[in-house]
């Protein structure tokens, strides 16, 4: 029957980087230059709710987020994306059955093609603040699509492949725990360039992220418009893809499978340090980080002196807010000084755990 509307509904979380993605090496593709890694935080508050429907009384595709309508046509670069989600995903369509009746066919895989998509979507947290909300969203918006349409992969990572698409750190959110995005480009259609579990989120459980949010104002330069000047412009960014982070990948992967916290944390730090210094080296130069986020690499650099170990690292994405990881043993006592420090400090929002600080944003 036509009016029936069938729906999904699925929530995504946001993951940070530890190894930095910066460049891409085929914009059609969106694919990368340089492996990257990161961790899910798989159990905070900043998610991407969405719901996906299709239907034969749908007269066109419709996208809302946080409420208001996106006039999906009049941006190309959105349009392409959204268009990568869902003819990629429902290209794996499979029949929707009623279990009711004998699994009788309610809908085959080419019906699906046929029915329009309305599409409603939530951050749980700024967008665009360098804060990984395209993470999160491209990944609930795959991740929805895949349930709503009965999708299945013909090869592992599959989905992630389509992600990416939506947005490159979106194909590293459909797995839990620490997540590898493996750049690919042996493969002509970089459907080599996928997400691929290090370890789940069970393993490394004591392991702890504190979002400061320094300023939730969306970020002056886009990722993508960022990368390409810096692919365009900085010979650093070339060094660290063909030569540093290959090395990195490789030592964190172990630190990450030996539970070494101090090697973890020094690569991230430095990681985090050399993406930032790619972009100070793009011409013309972008600043991400404010002299607040200064401040905070300053704070983290002196406690792990004092404590004479590495108790905590900071990692900065495209914008100035501080991701801070840590150990439980040590999650009170970094809070302890972030709030020494920053008493205005506002949303600390704590990984693994449904702890959350009351406060406003600072700035
Ligand atoms: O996924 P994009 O296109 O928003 O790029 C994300 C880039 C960084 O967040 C800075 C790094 C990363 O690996 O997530």
Redesign the pocket.
């Known amino acids: 029957p036509s009016a029936v509307i069938h729906t999904a509904t699925v929530s995504a979380p946001t ?3 530890c ?4 460049g891409k090496a085929s914009s059609q593709y ?1 694919a990368p230059i340089n492996d ?1 890694l ?1 961790l899910t935080l798989d159990q905070s508050d900043l998610r991407a709710v969405t719901t996906a429907s299709a239907s034969s009384s749908f007269t066109q595709d419709k996208l809302w987020l946080n409420g208001k309508e996106v006039d999906l046509k009049s941006n190309a670069s959105t349009w392409k994306r959204f268009r990568a989600c869902v003819d990629g995903v429902r290209a794996c369509a499979g029949p929707k059955l009623d279990p009711h009746n004998n699994n009788t066919i309610l809908v085959d895989n080419e019906e699906w093609k046929s029915m329009h998509v309305h599409i409603a979507s939530y951050n749980t947290f700024p967008t665009a603040a ?1 804060l ?1 909300s ?2 999160a969203g491209y990944a609930a918006l795959v991740a929805s699509l895949v349930q709503l349409f009965h999708a299945t992969e013909s090869y592992p990572g599959q989905f992630s492949t389509i992600a990416r698409q939506g ?4 194909c ?1 959110s459909l797995y839990g725990g620490f997540v590898a ?1 493996r750049s690919g480009g042996k493969l002509a259609d970089w459907s080599d360039s996928r997400a691929e579990q290090i370890v789940d989120e069970h393993y490394w459980k004591d392991i702890r992220a504190l979002i400061l949010v320094v300023s939730d104002k969306q970020k002056d330069t ?3 418009a ?2 390409e000047n810096s692919v365009a412009t900085s010979q650093l960014l070339k060094y660290r893809a063909s030569t540093v982070v290959p090395s990195r990948m490789e030592q964190i992967e172990q630190a990450i499978h030996d539970k070494d916290f101090e090697t973890f944390a020094k690569l991230t730090m430095m990681d985090s340090n050399q ?1 930032h210094a790619t972009c100070m080296d793009t011409y013309p130069p972008i600043f ?1 980080m404010n002299d607040v986020s200064k401040s905070i690499v300053s704070m983290i650099h002196a406690y792990n002196e004092w404590a004479g170990e590495i108790r905590a690292a900071y990692t900065f ?2 914008g100035p807010n501080a991701v801070l990881y840590t150990l439980e043993v040590y999650e009170v006592e970094l809070l302890a000084l972030v709030l020494r420090y920053y008493p205005e400090v506002g949303d600390g929002y704590v990984n693994n755990d449904e702890k959350r600080l009351e406060a406003a944003a600072f700035e």
């Open positions: 993951n940070i980087a190894i930095k993605y910066w969106n990257s990161s360098g990984a395209s993470a947005s490159g750190s979106a590293r995005w886009s990722s993508t960022g990368m993406f991400y994405d495209a």
